[in-house]
C-alpha cells in the first residue's frame, strides 16, 4: 500500500501561525528486544483534540504509545512534547511532564480496594480532579469505594483504571483499548467520558479495534501498518475513507 507522506508537519503549522501540536512524533523506531517493530512513525496531536490510531492486531499501535510514555527501553526518533524532546527521558520524568497511559490490562491492584487504588498514582502536576469529580464521572465506582479489584467487573475495572490517571494532574492522556471486552453499555459510558473529558480541555490519543467506538469520539485517525504510519484523515472525511478503511482494517 502506498505511504503517506507527513512532511515535517508542524513546520508548516508554524509557518501558517498555527499552533504546534502538543506531542509531534517523527521518524519513531523501537524495538523489543532483537525484534524491530515500529520502523519510522510519524503524526501529531493537536491540543484538545481525540485522536485514534487503527491498525491490525501486531500493527505497532500499543508499542507506539509505550514508546511515547518512556516505557520501551530500545528506541530512537523524536517524540516532543510541548516543544520539548522527550525520547531519552524516563517514563517518570515523561509523566511529570502531564502524560498518562492506561494500558489496555488496566493494572488495577487486585489486593486493594477500589479507593486504594484511586490514591495509589503519585500527583505529578496541580489540576487533577478530585474524588468527587470522579464519582461524578463514574457513579459506579463511589458505590464500591470498598470493594477489592477482583470483584469489580470488567467495565468497572477499566472505569477505575481510566480515573485513577485523572487524579494525577496529566491532561494529556494515552488509553490503549479501552473498550476491549466490554458490554455495550459500558462502551457507551466510556464514549461519553471521552467526549467530556476532551470538552473539559483534555487531550487524548487512544488505541481502538473497534472502529465503530472510535468513529463516535475522534476528530482525526491515523493508520498503523507494519510499524509505520500509512494513511491519516479527518473525521469529517470518515466517509470519504471508508472503502480504504475495508481494505486497512476489514471493518
Excluded at 59 to 74: C, D, F, P
Excluded at 162 to 174: P, Q
Amino acid at each position: 500500500m502506498p505511504e503517506v507522506t507527513m512532511a515535517d508537519p508542524t513546520t508548516r503549522a508554524m509557518a501558517s501561525g498555527a499552533a504546534a501540536p502538543v506531542l509531534a512524533v517523527r521518524d519513531l523506531e523501537a524495538w523489543y528486544g532483537e525484534s524491530h517493530i515500529l520502523h519510522g512513525i510519524d503524526f501529531d496531536v493537536n491540543a484538545g483534540e481525540v485522536v485514534t490510531l487503527l491498525g491490525r492486531n501486531g500493527a505497532g499501535k500499543t508499542t507506539t504509545l509505550k514508546s511515547v510514555m518512556g516505557i520501551i527501553g530500545k528506541r530512537k526518533g523524536s517524540v516532543r512534547f510541548n516543544g520539548q524532546e522527550i525520547i531519552r527521558a524516563s517514563s517518570d520524568r515523561i509523566a511529570g511532564k502531564g502524560i498518562a497511559f492506561c494500558p489496555e490490562e488496566r493494572g488495577i491492584f487486585a489486593s486493594l480496594d477500589v479507593r486504594e487504588n484511586l490514591l495509589l498514582p503519585p500527583i505529578v502536576r496541580s489540576g487533577g480532579l478530585s474524588l468527587d469529580q470522579i464519582f461524578e464521572l463514574f457513579p459506579n465506582l463511589k458505590e464500591r469505594l470498598k470493594s477489592q479489584g477482583t470483584k469489580l467487573s470488567g467495565g468497572e475495572q477499566q472505569m477505575l483504571a481510566i480515573a485513577r490517571i485523572l487524579r494525577t494532574g496529566a491532561r494529556f492522556l494515552m488509553l490503549d483499548e479501552p473498550t476491549e471486552g466490554l458490554a455495550p453499555v459500558i462502551i457507551q459510558q466510556i464514549g461519553h467520558t471521552i467526549a467530556r473529558l476532551k470538552k473539559e480541555g483534555f487531550t487524548i490519543l487512544l488505541v481502538e479495534q473497534n472502529f465503530r467506538f472510535a468513529s463516535t469520539v475522534a476528530d482525526r485517525y491515523y493508520i498503523v501498518e507494519h510499524g509505520k504510519v500509512i494513511d491519516g484523515f479527518a473525521n469529517a472525511d470518515l466517509q470519504a475513507n471508508m472503502s480504504k478503511l475495508h481494505t486497512y482494517l476489514g471493518v
